[in-house]
């Protein structure tokens, strides 16, 4: 069972930043996929990020929605059981519910591969 919760959202103006972070319980937080999903009103989730468990390996892969790349940026640190997702150059077109979530079976682009989910921060960006 692993438990999570997001936090980092908020207000922001177009071209500003954010960190969202999120805190995982449990003792195998290493041995999941971790992503990040993205809901605004009305619309389905939408992939944002995900990064790959260790493996035994000392890199992590990472993947992104075209419409991020380059603007955002998946980490993670599994000393402190916390994954990352550093916004920057924030558009409009960014506001939305932002969820963590953690997948026992490598990573997929597609939120029902996931095994666990937080609640969701809210961040809204401002033209």
């Known amino acids: 069972q692993v438990q999570l919760v997001e936090s980092g959202g908020g207000l922001v103006q177009a071209g500003g930043s954010l960190r969202l972070s999120c805190a995982a319980s449990?003792?195998?937080?290493?041995?999941?996929?971790m992503g990040w999903f993205r809901q605004a009103p009305g619309k389905e989730r939408e992939f944002v990020a995900f990064?790959?468990?260790?493996?035994?390996?000392?890199?992590?892969?990472?993947y992104y929605a075209d419409s991020v790349k380059g603007r955002f940026t998946i980490s993670r640190d599994n000393a402190k059981n916390t994954v990352y997702l550093q916004m920057d150059s924030l558009k409009p077109e960014d506001t939305a519910v932002y969820y963590c979530?953690?997948?026992?079976?490598?990573?997929?682009?597609?939120?029902?591969?996931?095994?666990?989910w937080g609640q969701g921060t809210q961040v809204t960006v401002s033209s």
């Open positions: 979530a953690a997948d026992s079976s490598g990573g997929s682009y597609y939120y029902r591969e996931y095994d666990y």
């Open positions: 449990g003792r195998s937080f290493s041995s999941y996929a």
């Open positions: 990064i790959s468990w260790s493996g035994g390996r000392t890199y992590y892969s990472t």
